[in-house]
């Protein structure tokens, strides 16, 4: 990851958001404070009010009751907050220090409800977060990663109690297995939708303009959606891929120009390696292995962009970053709990995207795409919808795929069948563009994990859950097992 400047105006005005009882604070305009990305040779900007803040509050040592324990003594079997009141928040997380280290062990909160004042059960949140970035990849080897849980939306609170117990070990003291050093409790507030606070403001920011523009000719700049095509019409999106050239270019590079249909432009990989710099050419040339894509192109289902789901592109890492191609597609669940209506699937996205960057330590949101229960489709990571973003969804399996999350947990609940449908729209239209046959495989190198050592060549279908590629409950069993009805729908659609 590349390092970052931050302005003095923006480090003057993170700081003035600090509140007494909170380690940190972040606002529209992120410090460099733990937990706060910035972007490299940004120049300062005009003020401009931007919604949602994230907070940070360090976790305490707690005696068996819940009750608050001294520091000193001994470790503690249990870490956490007891009852306290906060500025509203929407969503939680816990955050450590080593982004190699492992909570094992069992997380809960419970909130109280802005609406009604009453408190929820106690909850757990997911403590295994398996979508991250590789650790060997110019992400993971910025240094700023941490180790984090799964994010769990709670809806709009203002009050929050906490409690991390260790994974109990037979031959280990009476606490247990350590906690990870340095637990703190994220608190993530998504603001207010872009409809009531920005609606018609075009991108004015460095950021937003290279963000908006990286999905042309798809849309004009500023759209806040991508609308349907057919089948037909989509082909045409085969230009806008960067196919044979490493699946676009670096923005952040000023020798490299926003012009996606200039082949003469050299192109680099996400490690600044040159890559064939070949165009697609002529999609009727049977030659041409870019004619199979385009008679398997799928129909491009409606998109929401960022700018319709109200990305901060003041948060996200500077530039974009590509792998050559996109062969696989990984399906996951968000894990961030089914209370959520689809009104609010933006406000949820704003959460998980601030809970990835400021809190966790990524260059941008992990997941390519990400799909509600009511299957409504939305772009994640920046750098263009139908280019092969290199996406922080499954370690070891982040080159050459994409990652797609549908919000919700799945373990027990079953996926909306709209949500699955959206699924396989989504797979037609993106693996057409690459050429990728939904219900074939592919071979993938692993970058390492849990469940396959680094350099593994991997044989993988092409549309595969996350637990496929890392031993992981993700997607859940439930999504998991209408993986295949996904690809029987990927496939009709591109008409094989």
Excluded at 84 to 102: C, M, N, Q, T, Y
Excluded at 122 to 150: C, F, I, K, M, N
Excluded at 196 to 225: H, K, M, Q, W, Y
Aim: one cysteine or more.
């Amino acid at each position: 990851m590349r390092g970052f400047l931050v302005s003095s105006i923006v480090t003057a005005c993170a700081a003035a958001l600090t509140l007494p009882f909170l380690a940190t604070s972040y606002g529209a305009a992120p410090s460099p404070a733990p937990g706060v990305r910035g972007s490299k040779g940004h120049a300062p900007a005009a003020p401009r009010a931007v919604p949602g803040s994230t907070r940070s509050v360090p976790l305490i040592p707690l005696a068996a009751g819940g009750r608050a324990r001294a520091f000193g003594g001994g470790p503690a079997p249990e870490q956490g907050l007891l009852e306290r009141e906060v500025k509203p928040f929407s969503l939680v997380g816990i955050v450590w220090d080593d982004a190699s280290a492992e909570l094992r062990g069992l997380a809960q909160v419970r909130t109280r409800a802005v609406a009604n004042g009453d408190w929820s059960k106690w909850q757990d949140v997911q403590t295994h977060d398996d979508d991250r970035p590789d650790l060997d990849s110019a992400e993971g080897r910025g240094g700023r990663l941490r180790g984090s849980t799964a994010p769990l939306w709670v809806g709009a609170s203002d009050a929050i109690q906490v409690r991390v117990r260790p994974e109990a070990v037979a031959d280990r003291t009476p606490e247990g297995r350590a906690l990870p050093a340095g637990m703190r409790l994220e608190l993530v507030d998504p603001g207010e939708d872009p409809v009531r606070t920005r609606a018609a403001a075009p991108p004015d920011t460095e950021e937003e303009i290279a963000t908006s523009a990286a999905n042309a000719p798809l849309v004009p700049l500023g759209a806040t959606e991508i609308p349907a095509a057919g089948k037909t019409a989509s082909v045409a999106d085969i230009a806008a891929t960067g196919a044979g050239r490493g699946g676009g270019h670096r923005a952040d590079d000023p020798e490299f120009p926003m012009d996606p249909d200039d082949a003469s432009v050299p192109r680099v990989s996400e490690y600044g390696d040159p890559v064939d710099a070949t165009y697609p050419g002529d999609l009727d040339d049977v030659d041409n292995p870019m004619a199979d894509t385009g008679r398997y192109a799928g129909p491009r289902p409606r998109i929401v962009t960022r700018v319709g789901w109200g990305a901060d592109e003041s948060l996200r890492e500077k530039g974009f970053s590509y792998t050559n191609t996109v062969r696989a597609a990984f399906v996951h669940h968000s894990a961030s709990g089914n209370r959520y209506t689809c009104a609010q699937s933006a406000s949820v996205i704003r959460s998980i995207y601030r809970y990835h960057v400021v809190s966790s330590g990524w260059r941008d949101l992990g997941y390519n795409f990400l799909i509600d229960k009511c299957g409504k489709i939305y772009e994640g990571r920046a750098g263009g919808v139908a280019r092969a973003v290199m996406g922080a969804h499954t370690l070891g399996f982040n080159t050459n795929s994409m990652g797609i999350a549908v919000l919700g947990t799945f373990d027990k609940s079953s996926p909306p069948t709209a949500a699955v449908s959206a699924v396989g729209a989504l797979t037609a239209w993106k693996l057409g563009l690459f050429g990728a046959n939904p219900r074939g495989t592919t071979t993938l190198v692993s970058g390492g994990g849990n469940l396959f050592k680094k350099g593994t060549s991997v044989k993988l279908k092409v549309i595969s859950g996350h637990r496929d590629g890392y031993a992981t409950e993700c997607p859940g069993d439930r999504l998991y097992s209408r993986l295949g009805t996904a690809r029987s729908t990927a496939a009709r659609l591109q008409g094989r």
